[in-house]
């Protein structure tokens, strides 16, 4: 049973940082990426990161270049999401996906998905 399961949600003030923690588990198969998603109330859900199984490729979205660094730690499966400078339009449900065939921004190539994590940005 394949689970991915995200952790290091909560609130922090504008400019604040955080690191999201997405423990996969439970593949028999090779996923190819995990990728990074968000989502706000009301608003569609947006790729953030990705990275390929060995780690030897990353994606980032433009809205968050710079800022964001999706890293893995191959020994374990898990992958990180480090958040710095983070604003208050950062305030969503951050989700973790693996895909079996792609690296991507597009929720469309994700075969399974975490429950999600909250993040609120909020002085």
């Known amino acids: 049973q394949v689970q991915l399961v995200e952790s290091g949600g909560g609130t922090v003030q504008p400019g604040g940082s955080l690191r999201l923690t997405c423990v996969a588990s439970?593949?028999?198969?090779?996923?190819?990426?995990i990728g990074w998603f968000r989502q706000a109330p009301g608003k569609e859900r947006e790729g953030l990161s990705c990275?390929?199984?060995?780690?030897?490729?990353?994606i980032h979205a433009n809205s968050v270049q710079g800022r964001f660094t999706i890293s893995k730690d191959n020994a374990k499966d898990i992958v990180y999401l480090e958040m710095s400078s983070l604003k208050p339009e950062d305030t969503a449900v951050y989700y973790c996906?693996?895909?079996?065939?792609?690296?991507?921004?597009?929720?469309?190539?994700?075969?399974?998905w975490g429950q999600g994590t909250q993040v609120t940005v909020s002085s």
């Open positions: 439970g593949f028999t198969w090779d996923y190819y990426g």
């Open positions: 990275i390929t199984r060995i780690g030897s490729s990353t």
């Open positions: 996906a693996a895909s079996r065939s792609s690296c991507s921004l597009s929720a469309s190539v994700y075969d399974y």
